[in-house]
């Protein structure tokens, strides 16, 4: 059964992505990323009933000697918070945790990002292995090192840059993701192709159905080649000074859209993560075709390959244009310049562009 992939990222940190079903249940693969004698598995409330006990067990046949613990979050957005990260360091220490222990982050990208916080932070840092469960964040969030929490003045915006040791994506996992969830990650599959790759569009655009309907080999196979297109571009650029921010393409006038709506959770009406990105992608490249930098044709396809996916479009009903403005101005996409947009010349060739007029803007989100 073994169908296992391994995707490498060699910048200043190496490490490997390793994507797979039955992941989980490998203690050679945990065996390798293991050190020291102490494990803290952080998860969240949904996933930690359905995958913790397999992932500790694997941990204590790889390194029977190991003391692990748990902690275990509320899910949702709203939790990404200092609380929540403090409580998190209070485990670590009662698990007595050195220099040597590992965090390992079971979960979506909330759980990721809270867990590799900590362990950014713990003792000035320690080694996290990266589990995801989501296929966001298998696609996305858990390679790259970026790690943050949230504040009430907005998101992200206490954090570190720590790359994992290790990433260890099981796709079996993705078996029990709400099927909205998984429509919000393939917004981040088809972000890879609308910046690097039009062929990789082409793809996409011949397998939605199997993309929806879970099909393992498929969802491996663009799990992979998204993970490649991140790898490259955070190897260049491990600290987003230059082509990293090509990765927020769809992300400014998604962020102003998720914080015009509060930062909604799963099965709220508001958008999630992945939805708002996906009508982001949209302005995006609308706002290229008005700038006369892309074809209209380019944004026709990406809105069709988006719509087929049961992705969201359109701002939803509600939002203020100039509501959305200012939440972008605010935004750390923002600088001195004006505005600053992740836009296209075409489908697959993606361009930082800055001083973006506030008109043209507004232009795009009125229709
Ligand atoms: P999430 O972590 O909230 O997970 C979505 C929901 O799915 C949650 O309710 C979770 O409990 C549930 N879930 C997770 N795995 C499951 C499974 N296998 N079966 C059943 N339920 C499961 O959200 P997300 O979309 O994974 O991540 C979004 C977060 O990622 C945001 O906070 C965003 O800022 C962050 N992010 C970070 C980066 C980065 O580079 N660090 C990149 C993109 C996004
Ligand atoms: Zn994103």
């Not at 940190?13 to 004698?37: C, E, M, N, Q």
């Not at 990293?244 to 709506?261: D, K, S």
Request: aromatic share 6%; with cysteine.
């Amino acid at each position: 059964m073994s169908t296992m992939r391994t995707v490498k990222v060699d910048g200043e940190a190496r490490y490997d992505i390793s994507i797979g079903p039955g992941l989980l249940g490998d203690p050679v693969l945990f065996g390798h990323a293991l050190r020291g004698r102490h494990a803290l598995i952080v998860s969240d409330t949904n996933v930690a009933p359905l995958y913790a006990d397999t992932l500790e067990a694997t941990l204590l046949t790889a390194r029977p000697a190991m003391q692990v613990a748990r902690f275990v979050m509320p899910a949702g957005e709203q939790e990404k918070t200092l609380a929540r990260f403090c409580q998190c360091l209070d485990a670590l220490a009662a698990l007595g945790a050195t220099r040597d222990a590992t965090v390992i982050a079971l979960g979506g990208g909330v759980v990721g990002d809270l867990a590799g916080f900590a362990a950014a932070c713990w003792m000035r840092g320690i080694d996290v292995v990266q589990v995801p469960t989501t296929l966001l964040a298998m696609v996305d969030s858990s390679v790259g090192g970026k790690t943050a929490v949230d504040l009430p003045a907005g998101k992200n915006l206490v954090g570190a840059f720590h790359p994992p040791r290790a990433v260890a994506a099981d796709t079996a996992t993705l078996r029990t993701l709400p099927p909205r969830e998984l429509r919000a990650g393939l917004a981040e599959v088809v972000k890879y192709g609308a910046i690097f790759d039009a062929e990789f569009l082409t793809w996409l655009e011949a397998r939605t159905q199997a993309l929806l309907a879970g099909d393992d080999a498929t969802l491996a196979e663009a799990i992979a080649r998204s993970c490649e297109y991140k790898a490259d571009i955070v190897a260049r650029d491990p600290y987003e000074h230059g082509e990293r921010a090509l990765l927020n393409f769809g992300h400014t006038f998604g962020h102003a859209i998720e914080a015009e709506q509060g930062y909604a959770g799963a099965g709220s009406e508001a958008l999630n993560h992945g939805e708002a990105v996906s009508v982001g992608m949209v302005l995006a490249a609308r706002l290229s075709a008005a700038l006369g930098r892309s074809p209209a044709a380019d944004t026709q396809r990406l809105q069709a390959l988006l719509q087929k996916l049961g992705l969201p479009t359109v701002v939803p009903a509600g939002l203020e244009p100039e509501a959305l403005l200012a939440r972008m101005r605010l935004d750390k996409k923002a600088d001195a310049t004006g505005l600053r947009f992740v836009l296209w010349d075409r489908a697959g060739l993606a361009k930082v562009v800055s001083g973006v007029a506030d008109e043209k803007v507004l232009d795009v989100l009125r229709v």
